[in-house]
């Protein structure tokens, strides 16, 4: 959450990382816990793309389509990181993978379902820490990609 909230501040962005009572591992946590829908719930996935890591952020109202993205990184074979993967490639454990503060830069999909919502939250690097954005600030921070990313 130090790491997030370091790289959230050299970024100059608006959101603070806040601290949840409950735990937000998953989107449906997160959005129950803030009071909002679901989608506006900004997922930072890790998956590998000919084994190399990729983060995708996706709308928590979506699953990822390997397949799509596959098409969109101009790769092979697209597989779902397992917990170690996660952690090399980020430094968080999963459930609290923020989209920023990672040991080195990912190449980063962004949804573009999160731009139908003014605010959206992101992980803070840990599953009861967050923070809100925008769909514009993520692109921005992350130096991600505009993509369709599923359904």
């Known amino acids: 959450m130090i790491k997030v909230r370091k790289a959230l501040a050299l970024l100059g962005t608006r959101g603070e990382v ?21 989608g506006q719930i900004a997922s930072s996935l890790i998956f590998l ?17 390997t397949v799509q993205l596959a098409a969109i990184l101009e790769v092979n074979e697209i597989t779902k990181a397992n ?14 993978v923020a989209p920023v503060g990672h ?10 379902e999160l731009a139908r919502y003014d605010e959206v939250w992101a992980a803070g690097g840990h599953p009861h820490y967050v923070f809100p954005t925008s769909y514009d600030e993520l692109l921005r921070i992350t130096a991600g990609e505009a993509a369709e990313v599923g359904s």
């Open 83 to 96: 917990a170690d993967d996660v952690r090399t490639a980020t430094g968080f454990a999963i459930g609290g």
């Open 49 to 65: 793309a000919d084994g190399k890591p990729v983060l995708v952020i996706a709308s928590g109202g979506h699953r990822v389509d």
């Open 103 to 112: 040991p080195h830069p990912l190449r980063t999909i962004v949804d573009i």
């Open 18 to 38: 806040r601290a949840l009572d409950d735990s937000a591992r998953t989107a449906k946590e997160a959005a129950a816990a803030l009071g909002i829908e679901v």
